[in-house]
């Protein structure tokens, strides 16, 4: 039996600085993919197919053809597709795809999500400026990815990291933030609170050099 239900998507605000498009379109797929009815290739395969590719995308791992690739991929679905759910899913994600094209390139070509949503594509780290060394951040992190001690500054294993955000949510310094292509100048291990020199707002490695005075 033909799906004949459409799913009801929330709204896509481009004002949200905590939502992406490449994010949104990619959970939309995922919905379809599980939805539909799957009695046809294209709504079967051809949800599955989009997902995968917005995944890899998502996760920095597109290539410069995926855009063109999801654009007939998506119209294939629409045109021919019967099915409501993967029809609506693929009209959605099109139209977001066709306003918001720039970020999907940025995405692909240089690995950057604009606000920081899609988790390949940033890293977290705490700002010593702000950091007291309460340690609300390392009781709540499941991973151990957070190393300190008390009235020491705090340092994230980004190795250990799943960015699961529950340490910026707990935070009541607001300490803890995101970095993109851009690192900021941080301890490499926790230091005592107050001893650490230097703009947090620094590129990773800058350091500020005075001339020497000429005699």
């Given at each position: 039996m033909i799906c004949d239900?459409?799913?009801?998507?929330?709204?896509?605000?481009?004002?949200?600085?905590?939502?992406?498009?490449?994010?949104?379109?990619?959970?939309?797929?995922?919905?379809?993919?599980?939805?539909?009815?799957?009695?046809?290739?294209?709504?079967?395969?051809?949800?599955?197919?989009?997902?995968?590719?917005?995944?890899?995308?998502?996760?920095?791992?597109?290539?410069?053809?995926?855009?063109?690739?999801?654009?007939?991929?998506?119209?294939?679905?629409?045109?021919?597709?019967?099915?409501?759910?993967?029809?609506?899913?693929?009209?959605?994600?099109?139209?977001?795809?066709?306003?918001?094209?720039?970020?999907?390139?940025?995405?692909?070509?240089?690995?950057?999500?604009?606000?920081?949503?899609?988790?390949?594509?940033?890293?977290?780290?705490i700002d010593p400026n702000l950091c007291d060394g309460c340690g609300l951040c390392i009781n709540s992190c499941a991973f151990n990815a957070i190393l300190g001690g008390e009235q020491m500054i705090h340092v994230i294993d980004t190795e250990l990291c799943n960015k699961a955000l529950e340490c910026m949510k707990i935070c009541p310094k607001q300490a803890i933030k995101k970095a993109g292509n851009i690192k900021p100048r941080i301890p490499k291990e926790p230091v005592p609170v107050g001893s650490f020199k230097g703009s947090s707002d620094e590129p990773d490695g800058h350091v500020t050099r005075r001339r020497r005075r000429r005699k």
């Open positions: 239900k459409e799913l009801t998507f929330p709204l896509w605000e481009e004002s949200d600085n905590d939502s992406c498009v490449v994010d949104y379109c990619l959970r939309i797929m995922d919905a379809a993919r599980k939805e539909s009815c799957g009695m046809y290739v294209l709504c079967r395969e051809g949800t599955s197919q989009a997902y995968e590719i917005i995944k890899d995308i998502s996760q920095g791992c597109g290539k410069s053809d995926d855009i063109e690739l999801l654009y007939e991929l998506l119209e294939q679905i629409i045109k021919h597709e019967k099915c409501k759910v993967a029809n609506s899913a693929s009209t959605k994600c099109l139209e977001l795809l066709s306003t918001y094209e720039d970020e999907w390139i940025k995405h692909i070509r240089r690995k950057i999500c604009t606000n920081m949503v899609c988790k390949e594509m940033y890293t977290l780290y």
